[in-house]
């Protein structure tokens, strides 16, 4: 099974910064993708970032130009740089892998437990 533990989430004013940071553990002996989504209260999980095989990265149209995805395979982490936060982007931010457990094995989705990220003033 894999594991994944999200930090860096917190309270901070409208065009501040923060980078949020995931760990994945367990055995990921094949992971193509690692990516942010967030719940807002209410409202459905969205994809925020994704960063798929080979470095491709895609984001969320309201993100765009704003937030930073990142991988380092060595350390098994990814990162998400988030500046000129505003008030729209308060939600429970979630960090997900599409991983298998075995060489050539099934795919499967795992998720953290999510860190809350709140902008106000």
């Known amino acids: 099974q894999v594991q994944l533990v999200e930090s860096g989430g917190g309270l901070v004013q409208p065009g501040e910064s923060l980078r949020l940071s995931c760990v994945a553990s367990g055995t990921t002996v094949s992971m193509p993708a690692m990516g942010w989504y967030r719940q807002a209260p209410g409202k459905e999980r969205e994809l925020v970032a994704l960063?798929?095989?080979?470095?491709?990265?895609t984001y969320a149209d309201s993100v765009k130009g704003r937030f930073t995805i990142s991988r380092d395979n060595a350390k098994n982490t990814v990162d998400l740089q988030m500046n000129s936060l505003a008030p729209g982007d308060t939600a429970v931010y979630y960090c997900?892998?599409?991983?298998?457990?075995?060489?050539?094995?099934?795919?499967?989705?795992?998720w953290g437990q999510g860190t809350k990220v709140t902008v106000s003033s």
């Open positions: 960063f798929t095989s080979g470095g491709s990265r």
């Open positions: 997900n892998a599409r991983a298998s457990t075995r060489y050539s094995g099934p795919f499967s989705d795992y």
